[in-house]
């Protein structure tokens, strides 16, 4: 018989292999717990950009990309994916329809690449400047006028960025901007100029009231006097575009467009010109006011240019040869001195009765005795290259422009400085021009100046020739002088001497300048003409020229007039 010790130990161990069940009574566990399901759910995933359905009528990129697709790419967070963006761009500006595409986008396509140049990246920067150029080449300056704002925001703000790589990419842009729209530079050059100063300034806290100093702005690849090169040079560029356009104006508005035409009963020749601009900005409808930011610039800019050359020349302390500089120097002084004269241009053009005088009033104050003491007192400058001689030139225009009187000595150094090479032509025309108004010239003074303008007018052959002319024209009726003589007796020789390939703008050059002479009475130009008059005429009937039944009777006109003077002098010698 089992014993109940044993019992209780079988008992026990089939208590270990069992486990309890803790169901509720009443409550059972369902059948068919081990039996794998089959069943499955599916749900549609639609994806609208992905759409091969889409239809492009645009150009498209390699990627199958339009305009809109890859301009979205430009906002996105990831560098590969503004980079894939910027590359489809340049893919699109470069097809053969990208002048149609960009005229009917460049809203869309300036806000989306412009703020990409103030990308953390350089790569990005560099890229997106460089499609810059593609963009505004075939836009027109009507088309790009409403965007103004928008550049000159993005620029302004990459030009005073903390960050000093994004300030020289901004200059990067900046010449962008001068070469393809300058338009936009000659309508906001006043909210640019401080911004690109910035660069160079450092606000002096004091009350000194000699306005800002230089900053040392010092990086791994320049010094701050390279530096400051760079940003003066870009000044330099922004003030002489606009400059020349305001020239321009001044010479279209000043001066009407001649024509000649041929007689014939009830021809009808307007007084008026009735032709209108092709388009008008809104900016013109509204009144500016420009002499008062002119005369806030020149108080920024003036103590920058100051201090830049005199840090520059720190190490010359020999006197003796202070007007001797090394071509680095000769370039920095070029640079310095057609800021200075293009600003005080502005300024004195922009400015009517007093305000002109109160802008004379403040260089003359502030910065005249700066200017002789640093720049005037050593001309003219001497370098192996050949900037110092324009430089010399910009520095006796400004010296002209500054000054009701100067000394003998000045003026001396002035007119040396006319006759001299390598001096743009532009420039010495505007040389000669406030020479010859002076009446403290002496007679060999003012035939240096007129064999300056000769040169100028046998070397040239574009507008600079024509003002060239009239300055000598107008010379010979006030002050028929030795140098000036021989420039008329030669007008004749010049006629007869007519090559075939003679333009006709030429050759009406001088028929104008001998026909305005020969009504003054020139003795010396009717007496040369009427010995040389039938070699005039055959040269000019062989010229084989358009107009040569008008220049004929031009020259009739010529001779009618010298054979007046001429009878006149027999009178009188009689």
Known sequence: MVSKKEKKK?????????????????????????????????????????????????PITKKKLGLKEVLGKLSHFSLTVRTDGLEGLKELLTSACS??????????????????????????????????????SPVSPSLLSPLHSLLAAHLCCSLTHIDPRIQQDGLTMLDTLLDKAPSFIRSHYTTLLPNCLDQISAKKSGGSGKGPS???????????????VLVLTRVDRMLDTVVQDKEETGKLSSTQASKSVVFSPGLFCPLA??????????????????????????????????????????????????????????????????????????????????????????????????IDQHFLSFLPYTSQGKSCDQANA??????????????????????????????????????A???????????????????????????????????????????????????????VENLPI????????????????????????????????????LVRWSEILGSVASSDLETEGLMIQKLNFIKHHCDVTDSQQEMFLA
């Open 273 to 370: 010109s009735t032709t209108s601009p092709s388009w008008l900005p809104v900016s013109s409808l509204s009144i500016q006011v420009t002499s008062s930011n002119m005369q806030t610039n020149i108080k920024l800019v003036m103590p920058l240019l100051m201090e830049t050359w005199v840090e520059a020349r720190a190490d010359d302390t020999n006197t003796r040869k202070g007007s001797t500089l090394t071509s680095e120097m000769g370039d920095l002084l070029l640079c310095l001195a057609g800021v200075m004269d293009r600003l005080v241009r502005l300024a004195l053009d922009n400015s009517e009765g007093g305000n002109r005088d109160s802008v004379l009033l403040l260089i003359k104050q502030k910065f005249l005795v700066d």
């Open 99 to 136: 002048a149609s595409l960009i005229n009917a986008n460049l809203a869309f396509i300036l806000s989306s690449l412009v703020p990409v140049t103030q990308d953390k990246e350089r790569k990005l920067r560099r890229l997106a400047i460089s499609l810059l150029p593609l963009v505004l």
């Open 494 to 529: 010049q006629l007869v001497n007519l090559e075939e390939g003679e333009k006709r703008v030429q050759v009406e050059l001088l028929l104008d300048t001998c026909l305005e002479l020969a009504r003054s009475c020139n003795k010396i130009l009717a007496r040369t003409f």
């Open 214 to 228: 230089v900053a040392a702005n010092i990086t791994e690849s320049m010094t701050a006097l390279q530096w400051r």
């Open 10 to 58: 079988d008992k026990a161990k089939t208590h270990l292999k069992k486990q309890k069940t803790r169901t509720a009574p009443g409550k059972h566990l369902p059948k068919g717990t081990n039996v794998t399901k089959t069943e499955f759910r599916v749900a549609k995933i639609v994806i609208p950009s992905q759409s091969s359905n889409i239809s492009r009528s645009g």
């Open 433 to 487: 021009k406030q020479l010859l108004c002076r009446d403290e010239l002496t007679v060999e003074q003012r035939d240096m100046v007129v064999l300056a303008l000769v040169k100028v007018v046998e070397m040239d052959a574009g507008k600079e020739k024509i003002a060239a002319v009239n300055l000598l024209r107008e010379q010979a009726m006030r002050w028929p002088q030795a140098g000036v003589t021989r420039w």
């Open 394 to 431: 910009i520095l006796c225009c400004l010296s002209l422009a500054v000054r009701e009187v100067v000394d003998d000595h000045m003026l001396e150094v002035v007119v040396r400085v006319t006759a001299s090479k390598n001096i743009a032509p532009g420039t010495r025309l505007r040389l």
